[in-house]
Each structure stands twice: as structure tokens, then as C-alpha cells.
């Protein structure tokens, strides 16, 4: 925990007063040695769980996703954020409300690698306005998935995601609270 702690801390970069940028270890370049202490950490929260299986988003929630799944050994699936001919035509779909491009898009997942009653974990990088969190859920539920756990690295508490989530019944576990940006500061929630 002090090494990912420490990371966001001396690493992170503010942009304006809401957005953190952590290219130097989760999003651009990867810190593997950090990525390996978010799988343990998520591993901690999660292990006694029973879990077939990690669903995740493209493009920077699979570094996470799957170095925490070594510890769970079970696969990951990472939702498509493009068609392509590489997708299967047949899809679960969710939709992201993109806060910054302000448009909606679709996620998507192939039905054969995500059917009823596999039990899912849902892990991501940010939490945020919730949006990608609630697209995956979208997905969990057409699916008939059931949602085991939800686990994002980095919350961002000052912004809407956390309550809405909470208001439609689904807690979030976060491994690093961020209470403020402003003044280019990162606050942290202690532990
Ligand atoms: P949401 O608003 O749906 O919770 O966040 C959507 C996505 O935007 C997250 O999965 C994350 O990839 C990205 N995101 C949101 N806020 C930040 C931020 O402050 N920094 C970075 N690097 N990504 C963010």
C-alpha cells in the first residue's frame, strides 16, 4: 500500500482541478513492480471471494486486471470500446457517458466469454463520474453475470461516481482516495 500510496503521491501529475495523470506508472509507461502491489492489494480485498472470472475495459484497465488475476488465477476480459472484425457480432453492450467528449459510446463484450451465472469481479483504474463502472455493470446485468466485486486503483471522491454508485446499491472498493486536486495539490484520504 506504501509503495502505490507513495507512487501516486510523488509521481502524479494535476491537470486543471480534476484530472490526475498517472502516465508514468498505470496509463502510458508501467511501473510492473507498482502494478504488482495493486494485484496483491485487490487480491487482499477480494481473495475470499469466489471469482470465475475479471472483467475490465480497454484500454488501461488491462495491465491492472491482469496482473491482479495471476493471484486470483482466473481469466480477464476486457470490454471493447471499437467494433472491429476482430469482435464477435454478437455482444453484451454497455454505454459510457464521456464526460470530456461529452458523447455517449458502447462497450462491448462477445457473448461466449461472458454468460449467465459466471461470477465477475470488476476491476478499473479510476472511478470518476462512475460511468465506464456503470457500463460494465450494464453489461453484467444483460449478461445475467453475477457482479461479485467492484475495485478501482485510484477514486477521485470528489466527483459524482462514488454516490451514484452507491445510490444504485453497488459499493465501490478503492485502494487510493483522492480528496482534492485544487491548487495542482494531491490530497489522499488516509487508509
Ligand atoms: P468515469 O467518469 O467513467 O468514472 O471515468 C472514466 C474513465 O476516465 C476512467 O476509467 C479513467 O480511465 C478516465 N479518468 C477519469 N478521471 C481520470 C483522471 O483524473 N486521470 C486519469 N488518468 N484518467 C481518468
Known amino acids: 500500500y506504501e509503495l502505490l500510496r507513495n507512487t501516486v503521491l510523488e509521481q502524479g501529475r494535476v491537470l486543471g482541478d480534476d484530472v490526475l495523470k498517472v502516465d508514468s506508472f498505470l496509463n502510458h509507461q508501467l ?5 504488482n502491489a495493486i494485484g496483491k492489494l485487490f487480491y487482499q480485498q477480494f481473495g475470499a471471494l469466489e471469482i470465475d472470472k475479471i472483467l475490465t475495459a480497454e484500454v488501461s484497465g488491462i495491465a491492472i486486471a491482469a496482473i491482479a488475476a495471476q493471484y486470483f488465477q482466473v481469466p480477464v476480459v476486457f470490454a471493447k470500446k471499437t467494433l472491429s472484425k476482430n469482435l464477435d457480432p454478437d455482444t453484451w453492450e454497455g454505454s459510457v457517458y464521456s464526460y470530456t467528449k461529452q458523447q455517449t459510446y458502447q462497450i462491448r463484450v462477445a457473448k461466449r466469454y461472458l454468460g449467465k ?3 465477475i469481479l470488476i476491476l478499473d483504474d479510476f472511478l470518476a463520474n462512475g460511468q465506464a463502472i456503470k457500463g460494465m455493470h450494464q453489461i453484467l446485468e444483460e449478461s445475467e ?6 475495485g478501482v486503483v485510484i477514486e477521485k471522491s470528489f466527483q459524482a461516481g462514488k454516490e451514484m454508485l452507491r445510490d444504485q ?8 482516495k483522492v480528496t482534492s486536486l485544487e491548487g495542482q495539490q494531491i490530497q489522499l484520504r488516509e487508509k
Open 31 to 35: 511501473d510492473v513492480r507498482v502494478l
Open 117 to 119: 451465472g459466471e461470477k
Open 145 to 150: 453475470a453475477v457482479l461479485m466485486g467492484t
Open 169 to 176: 446499491g453497488v459499493e465501490v472498493h478503492s485502494l487510493i
